[in-house]
T-cell receptor, first 114, second 113 residues
Framework: AQSVSQHNHHVILSEAASLELGCNYS??????LFWYVQYPGQHLQLLLK??????LVKGIKGFEAEFIKSKFSFNLRKPSVQWSDTAEYFCAVNARGSQGNLIFGKGTKLSVKP | SQTIHQWPATLVQPVGSPLSLECTVE??????LYWYRQAAGRGLQLLFY??????ISSEVPQNLSASRPQDRQFILSSKKLLLSDSGFYLCAWSLTSGPYEQYFGPGTRLTVT
């Protein structure tokens, strides 16, 4: 069965620090990969996505993620975080042809200190 | 543009009572629809998905059921709630062709007492 692992439950950073959130998935076939963000009191929003092509994808608000197929990883990065990035971040995967059933990781809570 | 609505936003129900949560999508036709439950520290768990009217698949055996009486309406129900049904319920939609990126509603916070 597919699964998604997010290694960090809670990350605390100061403003301007660099961010990297780990995400690994287990599935042998072709996948689509997503990062979602949930700001306090707001909807779950799509941050960025990878389907094919350039494995380095850029999303909203300066976030990027790199798909490394050999490592089954899709880590999220941002060079310099802001207080407004405080949120919970979820990695998700669906298998091609699965009618879009997303498998989510357990989420990583990011707290940015001003 | 597409929007997705869920109601109610919050609900407190006693054990053994029935449940009906509603989700509607505007601005798109024949979407795929999904129900998830989000528990703190446990991510989102897919409960049901639907690729069309009366075409519903259950992912996890539950005390819950889902129905899709209209193209853009998705309902989550229970005949008798359990304490373990408490949680945050999210509805989502996607297009019917890949890569199926999903867009989420605001959610319903259900507390079973």
């Amino acid at each position: 069965a597919q699964s998604v692992s997010q290694h960090n439950h809670h990350v605390i950073l100061s403003e301007a620090a660099s961010l990297e959130l780990g995400c690994n998935y287990s599935y042998g076939g072709t996948v689509n990969l997503f990062w979602y963000v949930q700001y306090p009191g707001q909807h779950l929003q799509l941050l960025l996505k990878y389907f094919s092509g350039d494995p380095l994808v850029k999303g909203i608000k300066g976030f990027e993620a790199e798909f490394i197929k050999s490592k089954f990883s899709f880590n999220l990065r941002k060079p310099s975080v802001q207080w407004s990035d405080t949120a919970e971040y979820f990695c998700a995967v669906n298998a091609r042809g699965s009618q879009g059933n997303l498998i989510f990781g357990k989420g990583t809570k990011l707290s940015v200190k001003p | 543009s597409q929007t997705i609505h869920q109601w109610p936003a919050t609900l407190v129900q006693p054990v053994g009572s029935p449940l009906s949560l509603e989700c509607t999508v505007e601005g798109t036709s024949n979407p795929n629809l999904y129900w998830y439950r989000q528990a703190a520290g446990r991510g989102l768990q897919l409960l049901f998905y639907s690729i069309g009217i009366d075409q519903i698949s259950s992912e996890v055996p539950q005390n819950l059921s889902a129905s899709r009486p209209q193209d853009r309406q998705f309902i989550l129900s229970s005949k008798k709630l359990l304490l373990s049904d408490s949680g945050f319920y999210l509805c989502a939609w996607s297009l019917t062709s890949g890569p199926y990126e999903q867009y989420f509603g605001p959610g319903t916070r259900l507390t079973v007492t």
